[in-house]
C-alpha cells in the first residue's frame, strides 16, 4: 500500500490547524466563563525567549501554508503578522486551511523527489520533498501546535490529551 505525499502532508496538516481552531475555541469559553477576555493569552508565554501565543500560531499558519505551497510548486500566500485578539488568531487559522484545502491533489504530484531549498538563518537546507516533510515540516509544525497548547494549558485553560489529539466522533467505536 502506498500513501501519497500530498495525503500526508494535507491530512496532518488541516488536522493541526482544526486542533488550534479547536483550543482557541476551548480557551475562549473558558475565559469567558471566568468573566476574563480570552484577548489576554494572546500575549501569554512560557517562558521569556519563546513566542507567544499569537507567535505560535502565526508560525504554525507559516510552516502549513509554505510547506503546502512547496510542496506543490505553487505560490504561497503572505500574511502580516498582526494577530492581536483571539478573532484576529481564529481567522488566520481559518485563511490557512482555506489555502491548504484548496490546493489541488494533482499540483503535487512528484512532490516526492522534489528539490526543495528553505531559508534557515544565515543557512539553506536542502530536502527531497518526502525528507522536507517528514523531517523538518511535521516536526515543526506540531511543535508549534503543542506549544500553543501548552500555553492555553499554562494559563489555566482546562485542556486534556484528547483536546490536543481533537479525535472526532468518526474515531470513537461503541462496543457491539
Do not use: C, W
Not at 15 to 31: E, I, M, N, V
Not at 45 to 74: W, Y
Amino acid at each position: 500500500m502506498s500513501v501519497s505525499i500530498q495525503h500526508v502532508a494535507v491530512t496532518s496538516i488541516t488536522r493541526g490547524l482544526k486542533t488550534l481552531s479547536a483550543l482557541l475555541d476551548k480557551a475562549k469559553a473558558h475565559a469567558e466563563a471566568a468573566g476574563t477576555n480570552p484577548d489576554a493569552y494572546v500575549q501569554a508565554r512560557l517562558f521569556e525567549d519563546m513566542l507567544p501565543l499569537a507567535g505560535q500560531i502565526q508560525r504554525a499558519s507559516d510552516t502549513a501554508k509554505g510547506a503546502t505551497a512547496r510542496l506543490a510548486g505553487v505560490e504561497a500566500p503572505s500574511f502580516a503578522d498582526e494577530e492581536t485578539t483571539f478573532a484576529d488568531l481564529q481567522a488566520r487559522v481559518a485563511k490557512t486551511l482555506t489555502f491548504v484545502e484548496g490546493v489541488p491533489a494533482s499540483a503535487f504530484d512528484g512532490a516526492e523527489s522534489r528539490e526543495i531549498e528553505v531559508p534557515a538563518g544565515p543557512f539553506t537546507l536542502g530536502f527531497t520533498g518526502q525528507d522536507y516533510l517528514l523531517e523538518f515540516v511535521l516536526p515543526n509544525f506540531q511543535f508549534h501546535v503543542v506549544t500553543a497548547y501548552d500555553i492555553l494549558r499554562n494559563q489555566g485553560v482546562p485542556l486534556s490529551k484528547r483536546d490536543y489529539l481533537n479525535l472526532g466522533p468518526e474515531r470513537v467505536k461503541t462496543a457491539a
